[in-house]
């Protein structure tokens, strides 16, 4: 499955009963890489939105769970984010994606993080279900950078 932007694949150790990983072509190494900018916003979106649809279609009613891995628990090195279609499989390595991990942040919060000041329409679209992560912060001005 490709778009324009971006790829998705199965992830090869499924963690739920649909576990995909959504991958831009663009090439950023994690999300140290990402800016609070119109760009890196509408990327994340983009991500988001495109396979929200998609998992909703497979899965009607299902829940769905987007986020990404922190560095440096990221395992591999390409941004990638993971949409997940609930329940989660018997014996799923699930710790690998709960918001209270300080390795695991959900899209929400890291699209509230990049969203352009002031721009209502950007925090609106954030507002997507939550599983409970979204008090978090994160970052993307100032300290990070290149890793
Ligand atoms: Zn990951």
Redesign the pocket.
Known sequence: MQTERLVVFRDRSPAATAHLQIVPRKHIDNLNDLRRSPEDHALVLEMLETWREVLQRMHPGAKLRFGF?RPPF???LHL?M?GKALPYLDGAPTWKYHTWTPWWLPVEVVLKSLAPAGDAEASAAAAVPSDGGSQRSWPPDGEGGAV
Request: charged fraction near 0%; proline fraction near 0%.
């Open positions: 891995h990221n395992s591999v990638h993971h």
